[in-house]
């Protein structure tokens, strides 16, 4: 259902203040929130990490700060339908937390964590990014506006939408639900079904959504014969035929990874296949939490077909020969603990195989903020015995000494691009870039984006983390970075990974005086340059 763009609540829409306007002119300190920070501490120094220790309110993003080379091109707060402008100021906020983004074509698909009143109802935002997409050079590049065209309706209060992914043509979204919102305090889970707030199946679902008008999204399909739901999902075409790999992470006996045939002509989901360690590979698996969390999948042209990186948490990363989606065999497998997301390189690099997989953790004894890892998977052409045969090429972390709880510092979810560079989303530590180098095979962080709009505190997420940054996910798409912030909202960033990543300095923090997140908007047109490169980066 598309929400109007008129309020219907009673609340003022502010007047739309033109916020290039207010770019020319340099005055970004009177649209914008003031905050009361300080200059951020987030130095980064030639040993690719922030000097920051953590001691500081995480709630307040104004105290933070990005590099020399990474631009913001815009922000929504996702508040209402409309252009950044007008309605996605950090006053008018999106009451809840996103999650998800993708982004195909013109358009960027942001799943709805959760939301409250007065923004109530939301399951998916869908917002236009066309003139990022036109832009021929730095002057319209820095002209673009994100725009919300619709939003898609939570069918149930109770339910999470955790992720969503699109159709190779961009006509479709998958969507995935759990009732999670219900584990967080924000609905409760023994109310009667007709209030709308228990959580019955439809809060457990993967749904297809016919997005071809953005402007009115129609779920078309549901599957919901959970009770807990899937957590993440992946949509591939394989042979002719639609694919959507649904992952059911908790383990309450149904964890799996779930494959469905995807029929158009009638939206149906069709279970064809579970697949899981405890029924396929009694004997394998390295012990520990076995929680099945994530896949991607890539076809692979070594191996002529499709295979699946999946997260097993302390089960390791599995790769998986999905060329036939009813009789999955194991290809390979490392060893790791709390894999969380794994994605390939989007083409051998230099003949390699190369394969990123992260972790999600909270605190831990040794201090560390969690591992991104960078693997060697050529060991896939050789066939698989049941030992390890994707091996460590080098491992990255944001922090190694410090303390904390509800994954605040943890990475999360992340895009690598046919350039080597990692969009690594970090909760807290906000937007990374990271550099594959062929030469000696190492990751090392090129640049960041640790900032967030000041949005009013009550309208962030319940229960899980009220840090900004709180950042989910990052993707690019030529040469433009789009970022979900569960608390915050939708980012554009401009990374510029020509610039030497060696020694660069953070920008001021983003609470100078009225400035706020402005200070970053403020910037010299020379800053994109004066051609864009048109190609993802």
Do not use: C
């Given at each position: 259902m598309r929400e109007p763009a008129a309020r219907g609540d009673g609340r003022p829409t502010e007047p739309g203040i033109a916020r290039r306007d207010l770019l020319r002119a340099?005055?970004?300190g009177v649209a914008l929130a003031a905050t009361t920070g300080t200059a951020s501490a987030h130095e980064y120094g030639s040993s690719g990490e922030s000097t920051d220790d953590g001691d500081h309110g995480h709630a307040d993003g104004g105290i933070h700060g990005a590099t020399n080379n990474v631009d913001l091109l815009d922000y929504h707060s996702v508040g209402d339908v409309g252009p950044s402008s007008e309605s996605g100021r950090a006053t008018s906020p999106h009451y809840g937390a996103l999650s998800e983004i993708r982004v195909e074509g013109d358009h960027a698909y942001v799943s709805v964590f959760s939301s409250k009143d007065p923004t109530n109802n939301r399951g998916l935002a869908i917002l236009d990014v066309s003139a990022f997409e036109d832009a021929e050079n730095a002057s319209e590049l820095r002209e673009a506006e994100l725009e919300v065209v619709s939003f898609l309706r939570n069918d149930n209060d109770a339910s999470a939408v955790m992720d969503v992914k699109v159709s190779d043509d961009g006509d479709y979204v998958f969507i995935s639900k759990q009732p999670y919102t219900a584990l967080f305090g924000e609905t409760d889970p023994t109310a009667d079904a007709d209030d709308g707030d228990a959580t019955t199946v439809s809060a457990a679902a993967l749904q297809a959504v016919d997005v071809s008008d953005p402007e009115n999204p129609l779920v078309v399909g549901t599957y919901d014969g959970w009770d807990t739901g899937p957590h993440n999902s992946w949509y591939h075409r394989i042979g002719g035929a639609e694919y959507v790999f649904g992952v059911k992470d908790l383990n309450d006996g149904s964890?799996?990874?779930?494959v469905f045939r995807f029929d158009r002509t009638t939206g149906a989901l069709v279970l064809v296949n579970e697949w899981n360690v405890d029924g396929n590979l009694p004997d394998l698996g390295t012990g520990g939490t076995n929680y099945i969390h994530d896949i991607t999948v890539q076809d692979d042209e070594r191996l002529d077909g499709p295979v699946g990186y999946l997260s097993y948490w302390d089960q390791g990363l599995w790769a998986l020969d999905l060329s036939d989606p009813t009789d999955i065999q194991p290809l390979g497998h490392f060893s790791m603990g709390a894999a969380h997301y794994a994605e390939p390189t989007p083409t051998y690099v230099d003949g390699k195989r190369v394969v990123v997989a992260g972790q999600e953790i909270s605190g831990q004894e040794d201090g560390s903020s969690g591992k991104v890892y960078l693997l060697d998977a050529d060991g896939l052409d050789d066939g698989f015995d049941g030992s390890d045969n994707v091996e460590k090429l080098d491992e990255w972390e944001w922090k190694s000494n410090v303390t904390f709880e509800n994954f605040t510092l943890s990475p999360h979810n992340f895009n690598v691009t046919e350039r080597g560079y990692v969009h690594l989303g970090h909760y807290h530590g906000g937007t990374r870039f990271l550099r594959i180098d062929e030469g000696d095979w190492t990751l090392a962080e090129k640049g960041y984006f640790q900032a967030a709009e000041a949005v009013?505190?009550?309208?962030k997420m319940e229960g899980l983390n009220h840090a900004a940054p709180f950042t989910w996910a990052a993707v690019a798409q030529n040469g433009v970075t789009y970022v979900s912030?569960?608390?915050t909202g939708v980012y554009a960033l401009r990374f510029k990974p020509?610039?030497?990543?060696?020694d660069l300095k953070s920008?001021?923090?983003?609470?100078?005086?009225?400035a706020g997140l402005g200070g970053l908007l403020t910037r010299d047109s020379d800053r994109v340059g004066d051609v864009l490169e048109r190609v993802d980066e």
């Open positions: 340099g005055t970004v964890a799996a990874l779930y009013p505190e009550e309208s912030d569960a608390n020509d610039s030497s990543g060696d920008r001021l923090g983003l609470a100078a005086g009225a």
